[in-house]
């Protein structure tokens, strides 16, 4: 797995969802440290994607 910090999920997110090289892609997800979500790529590697709350 590999994190990755961005300064938009929102934006983070769409870019992801209209990616073709995607296998599968969560929800946005708040917690309480941030916003997050997950893709999965096609061969399997998993991108932990963040926006941290201030």
Not at 9 to 38: M, N, P
Request: one cysteine or more; aromatic letters at 10%; charged letters at 15%.
């Amino acid at each position: 797995m590999l994190q990755i910090c961005v300064a938009d999920i929102q934006g983070a997110f769409d870019l992801c969802s209209r990616s073709l090289h995607r296998t599968k892609i969560s929800s946005i997800e708040q917690q309480h440290w941030g916003s997050v979500f997950y893709l999965w790529g096609p061969s399997g590697e998993l991108l932990h994607i963040t926006e941290l709350g201030s």
